[in-house]
């Protein structure tokens, strides 16, 4: 036995740490040192003791076994360092078994874990299947019952019965059961519970680990509408009933074209079955064609449903078309018309009664556009003041104006009388059946004469009241001043008899008096409020445009929060520039107002698609020669607002005859964009800027591209200059002047040259390069010219009357004594547009 069998281990342990050394005694010797580590207590030999690994090394009293020159120290040291690695290998091993035990031990604790979850899944999925079984069954017993009560049951066979009994009741036939009966049983119960239990599973929630493993259980999932259905069904097939399904009669909205399968879609009948009514009836149709209402209304009423007819312009009603009760009638500003001649001073008239220079920003002292103002004047009144332009251009602008006013006030200057435009507002007045103020002026010139003004309103049934008539006439001076008191007193009258009421509660609506694209403000409106309160953050439509109220600015420049009726605004936070006289409605949502404004777009777009259309092939034929007999000038037209643009239009459409006319190709608001100079290059057209400019990408591309631009500030120009262009696409008009006349005398042969016709001159003279007529009879046989003229033998280029030539036809030689020729010369005469 070696030294350390026997030994005893003393030492504290208690307070021990890991690592710490202690020695061990052994009959009173020291042999080995504990070493106490974190997870084992390791025992180190001592060098020299007689055991373990101690024994087999060189002993340090040992010289002989010894290697040579080491010392005790060194060995010693060795010794100890190779014990240290050796307990350092063991302690690991021994850490990688605990570590690896521990793993398994935690795998095992989680499998058991998902197992024992998986269970009570199973269990519980087990519990539920077991508890709808039992409630299906009673169910099923319920309803024979009930059948059994009704009919008297026959009379069976009581082994059948029996067995009946044990398959409703689900016991098992008496008699010795063996030993598995159970296991056979559970297992017939569970293949006959396996579709219901694929079904609770579609409906189960839960996703359980062996069905995330099995995979194939995914999928659309079935609705509690759709196991309710097919539980019924599976119910009323057990009883056996044969029950038809209620046919549920539908009010199916069709508009003017349907495509089929939204037409069955709206039935809620299958495709199929559409597509199949619409064969018998003859159309061999797809699901994806299109039907008009009429054939949609009879398979609607085969399928048994109702039809209600809509239309497109069903989304405006919308908008709200409601009679304002009494009580919520306010008082509201009047709005009042300056109409009359160019020139007359509307302008200037209504500087004096605003205390404001407004003529001064116009080009040539001419309002081009309408301006909308507000006027309170010393009594406290409130006045809404529109003036628009009077030249002859500006017909639907003034129409417009007619059309939103309450009163009119026709200047007239007393100086010029009554011109082609005062005739032309005296018209619109009365055609927007508003009553008018005549207002005489220039009252102050020496040349003036009132009374003749009087007389001449006569001639267009217009009765001032120093005439003994109803109009009332008020003789005013923008320059002085004069009567502009009486004007105002009278215009306070004329509104008061009218008693104008407006509800300011209610959504606004009015009426678009101009529009233009600011540059930095986008599309702006000037709008006259005629009802409701326009708000700001309002959504709106207004004719093919929609958008929201970003600001209101009023005629001073300044933002306000609303306006309300006879209150002329700027409105911004258009998606668009609208047409001048366009109508503006508040709605109350976004989409509504999108909706809309599609729709009218729409419209216009059919619209003009019709009107430029021809319907039958002789129309077609008849545009076709027309449009190669007439020339055409094109021109694209950019104005700064949207009046004068139209009103621009429609002096161009006025400019032409059968033979020329101008065609627009394109006209808007805003600046002149490198877009309309691709459009003019393409057609080869000047580009007309009426008090706009072009960008600079604009205008390079023009220099390059050879586009000519052309701009305007006054109507006036820019008429005569297109006119003048298009005088210039005109034929030149030829006219013949009649020189001379001839008798042939003789004719003779000459080789080389034909017949020469031997002449005298009778009238005029003959020239060489005029051209001849050939009559016979007093009838023409043949026109050209010239040949040759001589006298005796020398060409010659005239012969005057009384003298005789000779004369050959170029191209002719049926000439006879007796015959006259007639000779004339032709000239071509420049034409102009009237």
Do not use: W
């Not at 259905?229 to 038809?244: F, I, L, S, W």
């Not at 009278?490 to 300011?504: M, S």
Request: some cysteine.
């Amino acid at each position: 036995m070696s030294d350390n069998d026997g030994k005893k281990t003393l030492g504290v342990r208690g307070g021990s740490r890991p690592g710490q050394v202690k020695q061990s005694f052994s009959h009173g010797r020291t042999k080995n040192v504990v070493v106490e580590t974190k997870r084992k207590r390791v025992v180190v030999p001592k060098p020299g003791a007689a055991s373990g690994a101690g024994a087999a090394t060189p002993a340090a009293g040992d010289p002989k076994k010894r290697p040579a020159g080491i010392s005790d120290a060194e060995l010693e040291r060795r010794m100890k360092a190779l014990q240290a690695a050796k307990a350092r290998e063991t302690e690991e091993a021994e850490a990688r078994v605990a570590e690896e035990k521990a793993r398994e031990e935690e795998r095992q604790r989680r499998r058991e874990e998902a197992e024992a979850k998986e269970r009570e899944e199973r269990e519980r999925e087990e519990a539920l299947k077991a508890k709808a079984e039992e409630e299906e069954r009673k169910k099923r017993e319920a309803a024979e019952a009930k059948k059994r009560a009704k009919e008297p049951a026959p009379a069976a066979d009581p082994a059948a019965a029996q067995a009946a009994e044990q398959r409703g009741t689900g016991k098992a036939p008496s008699g010795p059961r063996k030993k598995d009966d159970r296991g056979a049983a559970d297992d017939r119960q569970n293949r006959n519970t396996k579709g219901a239990g694929r079904d609770d599973g579609r409906r189960s929630g839960k996703l359980t680990l062996n069905q995330a493993l099995r995979g194939g259980d995914g999928g659309r999932q079935r609705s509690v509408a759709s196991m309710r259905r097919k539980q019924e069904r599976a119910r009323q097939k057990a009883m056996g009933e044969n029950v038809e399904r209620e046919k549920i009669i539908r009010d199916v909205q069709v508009p003017e074209a349907i495509v089929v399968s939204e037409l069955a879609n709206r039935m809620a009948e299958r495709v199929a079955d559409v597509v199949k009514a619409l064969m018998k009836m003859g159309m061999m149709v797809t699901q994806n064609q299109t039907i008009d209402a009429d054939t949609a209304e009879l398979i609607i009423e085969e399928f048994g449903h109702k039809i209600v007819r809509v239309s497109d312009a069903d989304v405006e009603d919308v908008i709200d078309q409601v009679e304002d009760k009494e009580e919520d009638l306010v008082a509201r500003p009047p709005v009042i018309t300056i109409m009359g001649h160019v020139d007359h001073g509307k302008t200037s008239l209504l500087d004096a009664i605003r205390n404001a220079k407004v003529t001064a920003g116009e080009a040539g002292g001419i309002t081009q556009h309408i301006g909308a103002y507000q006027v309170k004047t010393d009594s406290g009144a409130v006045l809404s003041f529109l003036d628009t332009p009077g030249h002859a251009a500006f017909t639907s602008m003034r129409a417009r104006g007619a059309q939103v006013t309450d009163i009119v006030v026709l200047v007239v200057a007393a100086d010029d009388a009554v011109m082609p435009q005062t005739i032309e507002a005296i018209n619109h007045a009365k055609a927007a059946n508003v009553p008018m103020i005549v207002a005489i002026n220039k009252v102050d010139k020496p040349a003036a004469n009132p009374d003749q003004v009087r007389a001449e309103l006569l001639q267009h049934e217009v009765i001032v009241e120093k005439m003994s008539g109803e109009v009332q006439d008020v003789e005013v001076s923008a320059i002085t001043g004069q009567g502009l008191d009486e004007l105002l007193e009278a215009i306070a009258l004329q509104a008061e008899i009218l008693e104008l009421k407006a509800n300011p509660n209610r959504a606004a609506s009015g009426a678009v008096i101009e529009a233009q694209l600011d540059v930095g403000r986008g599309p702006v409106a000037t709008v006259l409020v005629q009802n409701g309160t326009l708000k700001q953050g309002d959504i709106f439509v207004v004719g093919e445009q929609y958008g929201k109220v970003r600001a209101l600015v009023n005629d001073q420049g300044d933002r306000v929060t609303e306006a309300g009726p006879s209150v002329p605004v700027e409105v911004l936070g258009l998606n668009g520039t609208p047409e001048a006289g366009d109508v503006l409605n508040v709605v109350e949502t976004e989409a509504q107002a999108r909706e809309i404004a599609e729709y009218r777009q729409q419209a216009a777009k059919d619209k003009r698609a019709a009107a430029g259309a021809a319907t039958t092939l002789e129309q077609m034929m008849a545009k076709a020669k027309a449009d190669e007999d007439v020339a055409e000038l094109p021109i694209l037209v950019k104005a700064d607002v949207q009046g004068s643009a139209e009103a621009i239009v429609q002096a161009m459409e006025k400019i032409g005859n059968e033979e020329v006319r101008v065609r627009v190709l394109h006209y808007g608001v805003g600046a002149i964009t490198e877009s309309d100079i691709g459009l003019a290059e393409a057609s080869n057209a000047p580009v007309i800027g009426f008090n706009v400019r072009a960008n600079a990408s604009a205008r390079n591309s023009a220099n390059q591209k050879g586009v000519e631009i052309r701009y305007y500030s006054i109507i006036y120009d820019l008429v005569d200059d297109v006119k003048a262009a298009a005088s210039g696409l005109l034929s030149a008009e030829v006219r013949e002047n009649f020189i001379g006349y001839a008798e042939i005398r003789e004719v003779f042969k000459v080789s080389g040259v034909g017949k020469v016709a031997g002449c005298l001159v009778t009238e005029g003279v003959a020239r060489r390069s005029a051209g001849v007529r050939l009559l016979r009879d007093n009838v023409v046989i043949h026109e050209g010219t010239l040949k040759t003229l001589k006298r005796f033998k020398d060409e010659v280029k005239e012969v005057q009357s009384g003298q005789e030539c000779g004369m050959a036809f170029e191209n002719y030689d049926d000439i006879r004594p007796g015959d006259v020729i007639e000779i004339f010369e032709r000239e071509e005469v420049e034409r102009t547009l009237d």
